[in-house]
């Protein structure tokens, strides 16, 4: 039977995604897991199009930044964002922050392990960003995960683009802090916060050049601890 996510209320509720910015983004990409965020912010630079679909927002900060550069260098605004997550107050927090900005949102309430319930793109080119959700996904490295890989294709189209990261498991030999390597032992080692042991930058690889196809443009690099994929579907 195919894994499936659980929900994590603890840890992302309205309280929680408040201080998610600094305990997150500020205190954990660069110094546990050796990512900066200017790197993770150059994806959506290169990627993001204006009919765009997220996985695992968390607070929305990264999609705000977007719509602030993009709207700075003179680029077509994006219109139309999904957001999918387990988590309600993820949604609601990452929908009210780009509403604000005039984009029109819909949200789904669902794993990303399960069929998705976003419908296929109505023009080419939709793009797809999963930033830092791999290892919260539960299953024995990135073959199990395949599905949500699989979704990311459909939901893309012709045309589309993908694009994330996220942390390697200890089966990879990619480099890592000693503090992210105990931070990644405890986060594995507690009931639904890392699900990550054996995940691969090769395993991966691997398993984008099945759903994606022969045709696809595919990258996958590391970055300290972190696997960054870059996916344009023909």
């Not at 840890?11 to 050796?34: E, K």
């Not at 999963?130 to 890989?149: D, I, S, W």
Request: with cysteine; glycine share 10%.
């Amino acid at each position: 039977m195919a894994p499936r996510s659980r929900s994590n209320p603890a840890l992302y509720n309205t309280a929680t995604l408040s201080v998610y910015t600094v305990l997150i983004h500020l205190l954990s990409h660069r110094p546990l897991w050796g990512v900066e965020n200017q790197q993770i912010e150059a994806l959506y630079d290169r990627h993001m199009a204006v009919d765009h679909v997220e996985v695992g927002p968390g607070n929305g900060r990264f999609l705000v930044r977007a719509l602030r550069r993009r709207r700075r260098a003179g680029r077509e605004p994006v219109t139309r964002v999904a957001l999918l997550d387990l988590n309600p107050a993820a949604l609601a927090v990452t929908a009210r922050r780009l509403r604000r900005r005039g984009v029109q949102v819909d949200r789904h309430l669902t794993d990303a392990l399960a069929p998705w319930p976003v419908p296929a793109p109505t023009r080419e080119g939709r793009s797809v960003g999963c930033v830092m959700v791999t290892h919260t996904l539960p299953g024995e490295g990135f073959a199990a995960k395949r599905e949500a890989f699989a979704q990311m294709v459909r939901a893309a189209g012709g045309g589309g683009r993908l694009f994330g990261c996220g942390i390697l498991g200890e089966a990879d030999p990619a480099p890592i802090s000693r503090a992210g390597a105990r931070m990644r032992r405890l986060y594995n080692g507690r009931k639904n916060i890392f699900h990550n042991t054996g995940d691969t930058a090769q395993g991966l690889e691997d398993v984008l050049r099945q759903v994606c196809g022969p045709a696809a443009h595919i990258t996958v690099r590391t970055v300290g601890a972190v696997v960054v994929w870059e996916v344009v579907l023909p």
